[in-house]
């Protein structure tokens, strides 16, 4: 039994290494420092605001008789946003669909609903873009239970 454990427990440990080493791996993905406030900019010039709500930016209205999408950005997370995971989200929007929406709001046949910008997002606009919607999530920091003690 104790021998099946450690088998486990290394076959574990191969797996999880071997995925360091894909070619796949995001081991290396280094940002540099974007600027939040031009990233709010590009934020409205791409039009990001007509399918989402994030504080401080309006979200457009649109057009008569279109079904408004909208998909809240930022706010109080329990899981700090990885910048690695805000780049994903934005270039390849299909690989992890937003959780907490009906189906049919946000995705078709699996294929995510949002625009794809990849043939006209500069890199820079791409670097500033994550450096704005990383500046507007708030990590909920863990507050334990007090336990009272109750004089009797
Ligand atoms: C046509 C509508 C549409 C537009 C325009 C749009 N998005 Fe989205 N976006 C969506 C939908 C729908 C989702 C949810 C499905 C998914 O996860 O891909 C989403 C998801 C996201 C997420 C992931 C949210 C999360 O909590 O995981 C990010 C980040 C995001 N969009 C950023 C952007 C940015 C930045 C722009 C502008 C460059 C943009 N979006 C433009 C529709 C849109």
């Known amino acids: 039994m104790k021998r099946l454990l450690i088998i486990v ?3 574990s440990l191969a797996v999880l290494s071997g995925c360091d080493t894909s ?3 995001p081991r290396g993905f280094s940002l540099p420092e974007g600027d939040p406030k031009v990233g709010q900019a590009v934020f409205v010039e791409l039009q990001c605001n007509a399918c989402h709500q994030i504080p401080g930016v309006e979200q457009l209205q649109s057009a008569v008789g279109e079904p408004q ?3 809240k950005l930022g706010g109080k997370v329990s899981k700090i946003k990885t910048y690695g995971e805000l780049v994903t989200s934005v270039i390849n929007p ?3 669909l937003v959780k907490g929406y009906p189906a049919d709001k946000i995705q078709s046949d699996g294929e995510s609903k949002m625009r794809n910008y990849n043939d006209m997002m500069t890199v820079r606009q791409l670097i500033d873009l994550v450096a ?3 500046s507007k999530y708030d990590l909920l920091i863990y507050d334990p239970t007090r336990y009272r003690s109750y004089k009797l």
Request: no cysteine; hydrophobic share 45%; charged share 15%.
């Open 23 to 25: 070619p796949k791996s």
């Open 132 to 134: 704005f919607l990383q």
């Open 69 to 71: 999408i909208s998909v």
């Open 9 to 11: 427990v290394f076959a």
């Open 94 to 96: 299909s690989h992890r």
